[in-house]
């Protein structure tokens, strides 16, 4: 063994949380990384949802996607005029403390971030590792790190932080502490030559993430991926990706299985459209879901078909806006003909009404609130429900370079101001009450598809 390696996956602080199909995928596939070149990992999971001395089971929906616990908290100073209770989500904090004192000293420790507005976690996770292994370096990485590296730098209190695609930086860094030596070609290659994420490293929540690609080879104005993966658009073997969920449908007996991909139906003869045949040929019988959306324009009647038969269950779509010039503008991802294309495939395929949603973006620098209503209700027209988006400033974007100029935004704000529960209201003529009011008319809405379907 050539050290241990203590990963955590921290708390959530914000106003809202819900777990649709969490996984820390980066966190694992590191961890898999680790492992492979002679590692001993272990994780400490704060948003585990199934830990056993929780005091309440929590409550889920058929699909294995719930609330995590939560802890209300005082609201930071500088988010003090958003009307909602602010709170830490995830485990008691004696929990993880508990979880700590098990370990055995590790080498280095390891601890990832998530949106750049939930911080907090993080370097509440990086106080009680330090609290507990006071001479152990502590490495972060993830969202957060790489989009506001120089705040987590000076304010994280990790000794270390990474950026980006985080497996060979990590390794190398373990490496460096631990003074090993490992074997970098295979980060020279392919994405199939890593090993698939670890999943069996975090306790079984009866789903896990699948990532058949990484990147995106759109440009969209408020999407952060290409900053993500600056290697830019790589595609994993469909093969492989298909022994990867049949290992976790049998051997870690889950069957919802979350694709995280930004472009999961790009190339879709070449990709897609094998790994389903895969999935089919096997009788895997699998229940799917995309929380990242998809690209309608690629969902064509021979995919919408067999995306259905291979047990895809929830459909996310990105519509974003109905607007025409405004879909040039942002990205040019798709049109609305091409959407209420895809609508209608997805129904004769016989997705139903609640199984397909389009997010729909709100508060977009200089975009009236008029828009999101029409795309509402749009959405609601080609017989798919809606999902607002609160648009949240990303560091880096477009987006981000409009908001500055058009909202005075600091670019160097505290980076708790990009909470999308903040927006669209301090900087547009569009109330909290206004936004409440669009948001009651899609759910609306969406009942009134669901009662007819």
């Known amino acids: 063994m050539n050290g241990r390696v203590l990963l955590i996956n921290p708390w959530i602080y914000d106003f809202a949380?819900?777990?649709?199909?969490?996984?820390?995928?980066?966190?694992?596939?590191?961890?898999?990384?680790?492992?492979?070149?002679?590692?001993?990992?272990?994780?400490?999971?704060?948003?585990?949802r199934h830990h056993p001395d929780l005091p309440t089971k929590p409550r889920q929906d058929a699909y294995g996607c719930g609330k995590f616990p939560k802890t209300f908290l005082e609201k930071p100073p500088i988010l003090s005029r958003v009307r909602r209770r602010y709170g830490r989500y995830g485990l008691p904090l004696e929990l993880l403390e508990k979880e700590l004192q098990?370990?055995?000293?590790?080498?280095?420790?390891?601890?990832?971030?998530?949106?750049?507005y939930w911080y907090p976690g993080p370097f509440e996770a990086i106080r009680r590792a330090k609290k507990s292994f006071p001479s152990v370096p502590i490495v972060l990485g993830g969202i957060y790190a790489t989009l506001c590296y120089q705040h987590a730098k000076l304010k994280s209190g990790a000794d270390y932080v990474i950026t980006g695609e985080g497996e060979l930086q990590a390794l190398q860094l373990v490496d460096e502490l631990t003074r090993n030596t490992s074997d970098y070609s295979p980060f020279a290659g392919r994405l199939d030559?890593?090993?698939?994420?670890?999943?069996?490293?975090?306790?079984?929540?009866?789903?896990?993430?699948?990532?058949?690609?990484?990147g995106c080879p759109f440009r969209?104005?408020?999407c952060a991926s290409s900053l993500l993966h600056p290697r830019g658009f790589r595609r994993r073997e469909p093969h492989r990706v298909a022994d990867e969920i049949e290992y976790c449908r049998y051997q870690?007996?889950?069957?919802d299985f979350a694709f995280y991909d930004d472009a999961l139906l790009v190339d879709a003869s070449a990709h897609i459209h094998v790994l389903l045949d895969e999935i089919l040929r096997r009788r895997l019988e699998c229940r799917f879901h995309t929380p990242n959306g998809l690209h309608a324009s690629y969902i064509d009647e021979a995919l919408a078909t067999k995306m259905y038969e291979a047990g895809f269950k929830t459909i996310r779509l990105g519509l974003e806006t109905s607007n025409v010039l405004e879909q040039l503008r942002t990205g040019d991802k798709t049109t609305t003909e091409e959407f209420k294309q895809a609508a209608q495939n997805l129904r004769a395929a016989?997705?139903?009404?609640?199984?397909?949603?389009a997010y729909v973006l709100a508060g977009l620098p200089g975009r009236p609130l008029e828009e999101v209503v029409e795309t509402v209700d749009f959405a609601h027209e080609c017989g798919v429900s809606t999902q607002i988006?609160?648009?949240?400033?990303?560091?880096?974007?477009?987006?981000?370079?409009?908001?500055?100029?058009?909202?005075?935004?600091?670019?160097?704000?505290?980076?708790?101001?990009?909470?999308?529960?903040?927006?669209?209201?301090?900087?547009?003529?569009?109330?909290?009450?206004?936004?409440?009011?669009?948001?009651?008319?899609a759910l609306a809405g969406n009942r009134v598809l669901i009662s007819q379907a």
């Open 17 to 48: 949380a819900y777990c649709e199909w969490s996984e820390p995928l980066g966190l694992l596939s590191i961890a898999a990384v680790l492992k492979e070149n002679g590692y001993q990992v272990a994780l400490a999971d704060c948003l585990d």
């Open 102 to 116: 098990s370990q055995p000293r590790p080498d280095v420790i390891m601890i990832t971030s998530g949106m750049t």
């Open 193 to 214: 030559s890593l090993p698939a994420p670890l999943h069996e490293l975090r306790r079984n929540q009866g789903y896990v993430a699948i990532e058949t690609s990484r």
């Open 220 to 222: 969209c104005t408020y």
């Open 252 to 255: 870690l007996g889950v069957r």
């Open 350 to 357: 016989g997705f139903e009404p609640g199984q397909v949603t």
């Open 389 to 441: 988006a609160p648009y949240s400033p990303i560091p880096g974007t477009v987006e981000w370079e409009r908001a500055v100029k058009q909202w005075s935004f600091d670019a160097h704000a505290d980076p708790l101001l990009h909470n999308d529960s903040l927006y669209p209201f301090p900087w547009s003529h569009a109330s909290f009450e206004d936004f409440e009011e669009v948001k009651a008319r």
